[in-house]
């Protein structure tokens, strides 16, 4: 069935270094969400990406969908502690206008 | 708007207790869903519905029922709880555009 993986699970990183996570989907997809769910809380919705090749820059979150919108990534540049949490991809199920096929998360972790 | 609202926020029960969760949004969307999060895990879809009076089982939906008889409410019940329905809970609306959370339900069933 449609999968879509996220790597890597956990990724500890110190204050001010760089964070991407990666997510892969064995299916091409109409549109890329990411989110973000800081510790205890829900997830949120960051952004959406639809074009192939799209690139979208959030201060220093930079998203990148894939030429055959398969893949995509987020960048963290020079990470803070406000950045500490999981985030996680999802692309729609085909045929569905909301059904959405959730990665599993990367935890950004800062290193004390 | 207040978004999507969750109530209770914390809960305990006893096995074998029945109870529902409530949802309400206020963004006019077609599409809500209920989700379980267990601890260090990803999301699992339990129950979902794309308009009033549709609704339809997702990946876990053993052990729970919904209904959807307005836009605004999606409420979650769980029939006769057990241990392994410990979990955080939430619900979440879209416009098709970007799923909106509510803040979640924690709950524990001992």
Known sequence: GQQVMQ???Y?????GEDFTTYCNS??????????????????????????????????????????????SSLHITATQTTDVGT????????????QLIWGAGTKLIIKP | NAGVTQTPKFQVLKTGQSMTLQCAQDMNHEYMSWYR???????????????????DQGEVPNGY??????????????????????????????????????????????
């Open chain 1, 7 to 9: 790597i890597p699970q």
């Open chain 2, 65 to 110: 029922n919904v209904s959807r008889s307005t836009t605004e409410d999606f409420p979650l019940r769980l029939l006769s709880a057990a241990p392994s329905q410990t979990s955080v809970y939430f619900c979440a609306s879209s416009e098709g555009s970007g799923y909106t959370f509510g803040s979640g339900t924690r709950l524990t069933v001992v």
């Open chain 2, 37 to 55: 999060q267990d601890p260090g895990m990803g999301l699992r879809l339990i129950h979902y519905s794309v308009g009033a009076g549709i609704t």
């Open chain 1, 11 to 15: 990724q500890h990183v110190q204050e």
């Open chain 1, 26 to 71: 064995s299916t091409t997809l109409s549109n890329i969400q990411w989110y973000k769910q800081r510790p205890g809380g829900h997830p949120v919705f960051l952004i959406q990406l639809v074009k192939s090749g799209e690139v979208k820059k959030q201060k220093r979150l930079t998203f990148q969908f894939g030429e055959a919108k398969k893949n």
């Open chain 1, 87 to 98: 985030y996680f991809c999802a692309g729609p199920e085909a045929d569905s206008n909301y």
